[in-house]
């Protein structure tokens, strides 16, 4: 288990950039084909952490072991109060729950921030891990895009399934957000 998730910083980036090169050359929970490098991965690093959107590393033993955060799941003005999640892990270290506390702790601070609904887009339906854990959080299916990816010779759906946050739809958005987002709306 991690000894601390924390926020993430500019300086995780080198570790960050590590864990998510190896999930773009070797796997199918990104769709990029080739990896960003540093540069890259600051700069959206800084579009996430700008929109006051969470963003956490896991440590384990003093390493990155793992980062997640949240950004906006479309852009349009009405989807304001849903968020996307990305999650990722140390390939080294998979299966060791580190992605299921980094998760909880996300939807824990996207909560608090007042956001209603969070959609994991999941690269590839062949991402048992990643879609366990999903349930696991409470996410349930809400949906399946095939054959929209074209890597490593194949085609690949994208699972979509989503968890409602705080009350969800159960009220107006007003109700559960901050000054500073009602004064946004």
Not at 59 to 78: D, Q, V, W
Not at 142 to 153: D, E
Request: proline share 6%; net charge positive.
């Amino acid at each position: 288990m991690p000894s601390t998730i924390r926020p993430a910083t500019l300086a995780d980036i080198p570790a960050i950039t590590h864990i998510y090169a190896h999930a773009v050359a070797h796997g199918t929970a990104s769709f990029e084909l080739e990896p960003p490098n540093e540069a890259e991965m600051a700069e959206r690093m800084q579009v996430i952490l700008d929109g006051k959107f969470p963003y956490f590393v896991a440590e384990l033993n003093g390493k990155i072991a793992g980062y997640a955060y949240a950004s906006l799941y479309r852009t349009r003005p009405a989807y304001r109060f849903t968020v996307e999640n990305s999650v990722y892990v140390d390939p080294a270290i998979h299966r060791r729950g580190i992605g299921r506390l980094l998760l909880e702790r996300l939807i824990d601070a996207c909560t608090a921030l007042g956001y209603r609904q969070m959609i994991a887009v999941i690269g590839d339906s062949n991402q048992a891990a990643s879609i366990g854990v999903h349930k696991a959080c409470g996410f349930e299916p809400a949906g399946n895009l095939k054959n929209i990816g074209y890597k490593f010779g194949r085609w690949l759906d994208t699972p979509l399934m989503q968890r409602a946050l705080g009350e969800g739809a159960t009220t107006k958005p007003e109700i559960g957000l901050s000054r500073a987002q009602r004064n946004t709306k």
